[in-house]
């Protein structure tokens, strides 16, 4: 669906059923140079269990009108907008990567709405290689490459796929040359430039949920290690057959860990 | 550094889990109709399309699996559906986004099956096609109409072996929001990646190159997962909600791999031209070797082409490769590492000595087929291209006296010893 925030259109896929706000809602939010189809695997289990679920493209992502916004803060702010605009209570957040620092930020801030975090893969901040943002300004095919090379593990290198038929590893890279080079340099320079997380991280009450991928690479056990022992009390999963990108490469196993924790914390009657 | 696995290691190892329960190195053939669920909210959710996961063969199987993620690996793809034929996939990669009151422009020198279809068949389902000359890429753009959906070629044209200028073609597609398919089963993936150059659609049969030794029939669509279907209104299969899974939307949940999940979703379900798990084992079998069978196709095509062009009984030879085909400079581009392992050629003395050719030779099959680790001959005219009319003929660069080759891997130097067979019996003929 598309909706109007701040002037901009903003798409959303609401997982094959209509929004309605008065459901308990489940937020999902992707990471850098990504958009909703990353969460294709899940969003739609949760709207078919009387959730209802929201999965926007950040502003300049794929369907989502704007420029990509420069700085976490402001996409933290961004996402308040869209939930004040469509009037959004108990909510379940659930973040990857570079959602996951939008999710902190937003967390800290505005509290009063959440009742559960999920992050995926990601530390309390995430500096980006240098040659990477470059990159991606100047040489998107090889930024595409370096982020999927780093950011799949094994079977996504061998185009395995929950999906019969489809590689993960092509269908992400075909998503991530929507959002190049404007919306990928922006959103790594946005991570690179964070530093907020070890403030705000402590003060984030309520259910936290952290799921990690034993061969990650692009956020490794030791960054991953900053965010966990910076939350209270988290709950952690390691997925060890998957990568960075764990709710592709390991859906069926993601998708049952947020089903228990988001039932359990946000329930839907 | 980005690292990714090349060509050869993709042929072997892509799209296969290794089996956990036994550690089974070759893919196993999972010869079974339809798969246990461990409760009912997983079948609920497979059926739904919420996850990932097989119900029954028709529509998916794990050994086919295998086979469509290597072939979408080995393409650069985003997702791939195996049919049970070249032409089932030809059928579903068409019907899948064009209906009663559409348009396809398309080469006028393909395989004669593909041209049967778009010329006698599919006008039955409202589906009209303008064929045009694949060498002349503008073209393609004056036949375009209102109502054009598709623009359709093969890279390799078969038999006339004109090449396509892919990027030209492609250049007018996008200008025109049009999605543009090849037929690549002349140059497999090894020869050419057909979406390097701007395709969003590829098709196979993979009975051919592919598999490589002539005993499984199969066809592939692969999904280039780079067409914007949502820029425009041209195509509600893809983007509108479809009603039979809950009112999906398929561009918004699987975006790249939209338009496969359509096939998948539709074609399999409806009309079920499923490919066998027996035969997608034997397929992956031959892609293992793909890269090696192919340098042998070239390096025996090579050998053929300089043999056949310095023959006495032979009064042309036709192969992008020679220098004075008119595709060359296409080929070079397109083909770096040799186009193709078809040759055209014609027999001195006209249609009764290319009989006479190829009722005399031993080694080489007559038999309609290309693309088997055997080599295979046949008349085109009077054999795959005999349902069109002369007009049609004419168009697809097909002579009387044409015969048409596919090199196989044996010793060349026994293709040739065979061939001299066929050449003296021709030569009674031509001289008597």
Sequence with gaps: MYFEVNGKKVFATTGGKEFDNKKPAVIFLHGSGLDHTFWGLHSRFFAFRKYTVLVPDLPGHSHSEGAALTSIEAMADWLNDVVTTLDIENISLVAHSQGCLIALEFAARYPQQLRSVSFIASGLATPVNPALIDNAENNPQAAIAMMTSWGFGSAGHLHQGPIPGNSMLSGGQKIMWRNVPDELATDLKACDAYENGKVVAPKIGGPIQVILGGQDRMAPRKVTKELVDHLSNPEVHIVTQSGHMVPLEAPDTCRDLLKTFIFANNPAT | ?432
């Design chain 2, 1 to 432: 550094m980005s690292h990714f696995y090349h060509f050869d290691t993709l042929s072997l190892h892509a799209g296969q889990t290794v089996d956990s329960e036994f550690g089974a190195r070759a893919t196993p053939i999972y010869q079974t109709t339809s798969y246990v669920f461990p409760d009912t909210d997983t079948a609920a959710s497979i059926f739904n399309l919420e996850r990932g996961g097989h119900a029954y063969s028709r529509i998916t199987n794990p050994t086919v699996g295998v086979l469509e993620q290597r072939i979408a690996a080995l393409e650069g793809g985003s997702a791939a559906v195996c049919t049970a034929s070249g032409m089932a996939a030809t059928f579903c990669a068409i019907t899948a986004i064009l209906g009663q009151g559409d348009h396809i422009v398309a080469s006028s020198q393909m395989y004669g099956g593909n041209i049967s279809l778009m010329k006698n068949t599919l006008p039955r389902f409202g589906i009209t096609t303008t064929f045009v000359d694949p060498t002349d890429v503008e073209g393609f753009h004056a036949a375009l109409q209102d109502n054009t959906r598709l623009v359709y070629g093969e890279l390799i044209g078969n038999p006339g072996l004109d090449i396509l200028d892919l990027e030209g073609v492609a250049a007018i597609c996008a200008e025109n929001h049009i999605p543009f398919m090849v037929d690549a089963t002349f140059n497999t993936p090894y020869l050419c990646r057909c979406f390097d150059y701007g395709v969003n659609i590829t098709i196979h049969s993979v009975t051919k190159w592919m598999g490589g030794h002539g005993a499984a029939i199969g066809g592939v669509v692969i999904d280039g997962g780079n067409f914007d279907w949502g820029a425009s209104d041209k195509y509600p299969t893809i983007t509108d909600d479809y009603a039979p899974f809950s009112g999906i939307n398929l561009w918004e949940e699987f975006g790249p791999s939209a338009y496969a999940m359509r096939i998948r979703a539709e074609a399999m379900r409806d009309i079920g031209p499923t490919m066998s798990p027996m035969n997608a084992f034997l397929l992956l079998q031959g892609i293992e070797t793909l890269s090696l069978r192919m340098d042998k196709h070239l390096a025996n095509t090579k050998v053929m082409l300089e043999y056949l062009s310095g023959h006495e009984q032979v009064s042309w030879v036709s192969h992008p490769d020679l220098s004075a085909h008119r595709s060359h400079a296409l080929a070079k581009k397109y083909l770096p590492k040799g186009a193709g392992s078809i040759v055209s050629f014609g027999v001195k003395g006209g249609r009764d000595a290319g009989k006479a050719f190829i009722e005399n030779v031993e080694l080489a099959s007559h038999l309609a087929n290309v693309g088997d680790s055997k080599t295979l001959i046949i008349h085109p005219a009077t054999t795959t291209h005999s349902r069109i009319d002369a007009d049609a003929l004419v168009a697809a660069g097909i002579s009387d006296d044409m015969i048409r080759l596919s090199v196989g891997l044996e010793d060349v130097a026994d293709i040739q010893a065979d061939f001299e067979t066929g050449f003296r019996a021709a030569k009674k003929i031509a001289n008597s």
